[in-house]
T-cell receptor, first 113, second 114 residues
Framework: KNQVEQSPQSLIILEGKNCTLQ??????????LRWYKQDTGRGPVSLTI?????NTKSNGRYTATLDADTKQSSLHITASQLSDSASYIC????????????FGAGTRLAVHP | DSGVTQTPKHLITATGQRVTLRCSPR?????VYWYQQSLDQGLQFLIQ???????AKGNILERFSAQQFPDLHSELNLSSLELGDSALYFC?????????????FGSGTRLTVV
């Protein structure tokens, strides 16, 4: 069964600190993997998109990595800010289009001053 | 503003009732997707329309239906509502019918069934 599992479920860090969120998936065949940021009560916003051949991709203070062999991805947030408080969702897309989108349950990050 | 407009933002209704959620896609986008997000759950794909035609169905209940109109806006109809239908309903749009180029989410409609 195609699945996307994220860890930790929730995380609290202090402002200015770094953190890493994990995403393990079993989706196969694999097309691409995306990380989204979802503020409370808002729609998800895309942070990064990585295809099979990409190992890392950055978007400002966000850096995503992908190991397609072990089916693992991580999202590293550097120098966290209060505005980083949100849920971070890993989405894995299999080949075959829209109906192969598998969403993780998300990691809820809280950044405290 | 993502360019995808969903109305209403909040909706409270009683069990057994019927509601309609509306989505206007981003200008130029032909595909509309509907997702349901229950409390502390991941997004669940419900249905997709492309240029007015149903493209795919996900885990959509028979009590739910949707359509996309000639002006490309879409409506999601939820009937015989149950308490478990309380959730955030998101609409997303994309230029084409697949997912490879990514898509844009609206801000969602929060439905509360009491």
């Amino acid at each position: 069964k195609n699945q996307v599992e994220q860890s930790p479920q929730s995380l609290i860090i202090l402002e200015g600190k770094n953190c890493t969120l994990q995403c393990n998936y079993t989706v196969s065949p694999f097309s691409n993997l995306r990380w989204y940021k979802q503020d409370t009560g808002r729609g998800p916003v895309s942070l990064t998109i990585m295809t099979f051949s990409e190992n890392t991709k950055s978007n400002g203070r966000y850096t995503a990595t992908l190991d397609a062999d072990t089916k693992q991805s991580s999202l590293h947030i550097t120098a966290s800010q209060l505005s980083d408080s949100a849920s971070y969702i890993c989405v894995v897309i299999g080949t075959g289009g829209y109906n192969k989108l598998i969403f993780g349950a998300g990691t809820r990050l809280a950044v405290h001053p | 503003d993502s360019g995808v407009t969903q109305t209403p933002k909040h909706l409270i209704t009683a069990t057994g009732q019927r509601v309609t959620l509306r989505c206007s896609p981003r200008s130029g986008d032909l595909s509309v997707y509907w997702y349901q997000q229950s409390l502390d759950q991941g997004l669940q794909f419900l249905i997709q329309y492309y240029n007015g035609e149903e493209r795919a169905k996900g885990n959509i209940l028979e009590r739910f239906s949707a359509q996309q109109f000639p002006d490309l806006h879409s409506e999601l109809n939820l009937s015989s509502l149950e308490l478990g239908d309380s959730a955030l309903y998101f609409c997303a749009s994309s230029v084409e019918g697949g997912s490879l180029y990514g898509y844009t989410f609206g801000s969602g409609t929060r439905l509360t069934v009491v």
